[in-house]
Structures are given as structure tokens and as C-alpha cells.
């Protein structure tokens, strides 16, 4: 019994010795406005927010774009608009199509994701993966990777309505 309260209390010193060892905060650390208006005044006058500096306005190394201002991925929303959305993700890149049953072939069924490479203009910014499932009169399907002239299609239809989605901005900025 005394060896445990020997145990004890030498495990209890050392957990005080490594607790006093710790960080404290400094002195000459900043005091925080209490009132939180004033705290909130002194952040937009610094050109910040309660999320901070979100639009990278002090440091030009990161340019974060918005949906709304990438032209890719307005594009990309338009020129396959006809498609049923199930996932757009701006964040992660990558916009995710649900199957597409054309009145036609009703035995076939095909299933589009875009994944967002790059926020420029270019070729390769943007890769189309495309799916098609076949179903049998029976009920089975089978789902096997379309081939890449119809995903290179695709990318270069939503490229070429990039270029003029962006042609249009320039004319209407001119003006």
C-alpha cells in the first residue's frame, strides 16, 4: 500500500513538473477588444471579416474564384444543362451528372462527370468521364466507360462555349 501512494504521488509530481512546462501566454501579447462591435470595426477596417481574409486581398499569391465568376464551370453547367445534376461541387471541382435516358435508345443510359483541373482557359482544365449503361429487355445491365472521342467531344463543346462566354464578357466590359 505504501508503494502505491509512493507511485502515486511520484507520477503526480512529474505530471505537475510537465505542466509547468508548458507555454504560457506572453505578455506583450495583444489584449482583445472586449465589445465585439468594435473588435468587428477594427477587422473591416483591416480588410478582413469574421472569416478573415477570404478573398485574398493582402497576399496575391492564391486567387479564389466563384462559381459564378469561373467561366468553365458556368459552361460546363450550360452546355449540359439537359442532363439531371446530382452533385456540383465548386470546392473539390468536380460536377457529377446522374444517368441520362435518351427517348431513343431507351436500352441505354449515360452518366457524365466533369472534374475541374484548372481555373484558366485551356484544353486540358477540364476532364469528361462519361458511362454508359446497357439494359436488356430482361432487366440486367452492364455498365462499361464510354470511349474517349465522346468525353473529348464534350470537353471541347464546353471549351468552345468557355471562349465564347468569355468573348461576350470582353464586348459587354468595352462597351
Known amino acids: ?6 507511485n502515486k504521488l511520484s507520477f503526480f509530481s512529474i505530471f505537475l513538473f510537465f505542466l509547468s512546462c508548458s507555454n504560457s501566454p506572453k505578455n506583450d ?12 470595426a477594427e477587422n473591416a477596417a483591416k480588410g478582413g471579416g469574421i472569416f478573415g ?13 466563384f462559381a459564378s465568376s469561373n467561366v468553365l464551370w458556368r459552361a460546363t453547367l450550360k452546355s449540359l444543362e439537359f442532363l439531371p445534376l446530382i452533385n456540383a461541387d465548386y470546392s473539390g ?16 443510359q449515360i452518366k457524365i462527370t466533369v472534374r475541374f483541373l484548372d481555373n484558366e482557359l485551356k484544353a486540358n482544365s477540364i476532364k469528361v468521364i462519361a458511362h454508359k449503361k446497357i439494359c436488356n429487355t430482361s432487366g440486367n445491365c452492364s455498365n462499361s466507360s464510354v470511349d474517349e472521342k465522346f468525353s473529348n467531344l464534350i470537353e471541347e463543346s464546353i471549351i468552345s462555349s468557355a471562349r465564347n462566354m468569355k468573348i461576350e464578357e470582353a464586348k459587354k466590359e468595352k462597351k
Request: net charge neutral; hydrophobic share 30%; proline share 6%.
Open 1 to 6: 500500500m505504501f508503494f502505491k501512494i509512493i
Open 29 to 40: 501579447d495583444k489584449i482583445l477588444e472586449p465589445d465585439p462591435r468594435k473588435r468587428a
Open 53 to 65: 481574409d477570404i478573398n485574398n486581398r493582402k497576399s496575391n499569391s492564391n486567387t479564389f474564384e
Open 93 to 108: 471541382g468536380i460536377i457529377i451528372y446522374d444517368w441520362y435516358l435518351d427517348s431513343k435508345n431507351p436500352n441505354e
